[in-house]
């Protein structure tokens, strides 16, 4: 029988309360807590079902929620007998991280602060108890916004204090989504504060806390251990590469299938679902889906890109778009649906994202945009295996595409663009190009490379652009062997009846007697023919006059187009 599904609730009271629809994930508290480690870090991508799971084991354990049994009713977690005398049974506080998304670091402390103030508040009535005096009432109230570093460093780990003395049980500690704040942080610029800040918080909660039992925290990201957990030798961490916990976040395609059995759909449409929302890879399991996408397929009946829009793409956009040229041309491997060859370090340093590749590709693995199709361990290095990547699925690869059109104008003048170069349009090509260079230079360069690289910079951007607005009729291929040389660009049709183009792109040099950049734009065309560039095109059968030759001469942030077919050239 069909449920309803109700999109964005991630409260598990609310859920089963209301016999809303959901899959049994309780196998994940008995697992857990049988595992008997002091910390566990579980990292995820987001809308893989963090909060809701740490909402669940919330109302198992905490005893706000005691002789709640009925909340867990039917489930595989009350199967155990051996379970029901632990539902709860424990102090419990549940902090969520997910909303410190701001813009300076004095916001997010007292949002950080402003939290653990309100947890003090769910535990005021431990203020009657008698073992309190003026002293634990005088601190008690001093947890606020506005309390100063050193005691919010320890806040919790009082409150835990206070809750074993009153309830005669050490406390459970819940952190969800605990790395929000850092990736706000490093794009900000205020990451060494907040690192400092956070790393005190985290040593005297989960490190010296004699009151603490057990210790539960999510994210996308495991933090590099310099960071913030360089004092937490009891830590375990559980990544997507860890078999640990493979099928608690996220569904797994049998959950999917029988979902979509239950809620009425038609068998003949699994194909498709698969199609748009399987790849993930979580330790060796296969074929898992994203919820998100899931439960709004299933209220919708409409395929989307509902991951993908709502998974906060702000620190990956940001990368690729000022990344250098290696990042450039392996994403546009990606954008072709190749994969590529990477080592991952899954403990992210935020500060290698500005040089390291192998950073940006541990960062787009744990954030959920990329999959691993194989592994292979190296011997000089076993530490940093190399693993084989693609994007994840199809929706991912959508996503990048819309993203990759928001770069260029908000997609507005590159198709505008691409008709002028499928037509010999020159004169309007420069009119577009000025405003494209004009809006994308600045978005392309990070300002920390020499400026004459900006042009290669703008280039691999720029075959972007083109990659997903002509990926459906046309072979973009980019320094490749061609005749007697490299090329830069090559739009070759699928159909031999469509026109190709070739793309020459030079950066002025007055050492070789360039003048302006229209002897730039000479010299771009005079290499495309004596390097016979077009042979491969003639050769499938393309008339000479359906390909279209194009320079390009970069100066600074200006660029000029050439164009030359059947040994005519013009530019503007």
Known sequence: MAKTIAIGIQDFEKIRRNSYFYIDKTDFIREWWDGGDDITLITRPRRFGKTLNMSMVNCFFSNKYEKRGDLFDGLSIWKDERYHMLQGTYPLIFLSF?????????????????????????????????GMDNSDLEKFNSVKRDMDDSLAAMSINYLCSLLERCY????????????????????GGFWDETVAYIRSLFNNTFKTNPHLERGLMTGITRVSKESIFSDLNNLTVVTTTSNKYATVFGFTEKEVFDA?????????????????????TFGNVTDI?????????????????????TSGNGLVSSILRTGDIEIKETFEQLLKGESIEAVIDEQIVFSDLNWNTAAVWSLLLASGYLKILDVVNNADDPEYPTYTLSLTNFEVRRMFFKLVKRWFNKGRDLPDFIKCMF??????????????????????????????????????GFVLGLLVDQISGYMVKSNRESGFGRYDVVMEPKDVKDPAVIMEFKVFNEKKGEKDLEDTVANALKQIEEKKYDSDLLARGIPVERIYKYGFGFKGSECLIGAETSGRSKTL
């Not at 050490?170 to 952190?175: D, N, Q």
């Not at 889906?289 to 829009?309: Q, V």
């Open 98 to 130: 997910a909303g410190i998304k701001y813009k300076d670091f004095e916001t997010t402390r007292k949002a950080i602060n402003g939290l653990i103030a309100d947890q003090y508040s769910i535990f005021r009535d431990i203020l009657k108890f008698d």
């Open 423 to 460: 037509t010999g349009n020159v004169e309007d090509m420069n009119n577009y190009m000025e405003r494209i260079t004009r809006d994308t230079f600045s978005s392309f360069d990070s300002g920390t490379r020499p400026s004459g690289k900006e042009p290669e910079r703008f280039y691999h």
């Open 168 to 187: 005669g049980r050490k406390a459970i500690v819940l952190l969800d989504e605990y790395d929000t704040p850092m990736q706000e942080a490093w794009p």
């Open 260 to 280: 979509m059995e239950s809620q009425g759909f038609d068998p003949g449409l699994k194909q498709e679902v698969k199609q748009w929302y399987d790849g993930f």
């Open 289 to 309: 889906y994203n919820p998100w996408s899931i439960t709004s397929y299933l209220d919708s009946g409409k395929l989307g890109t509902y991951w993908a829009d």
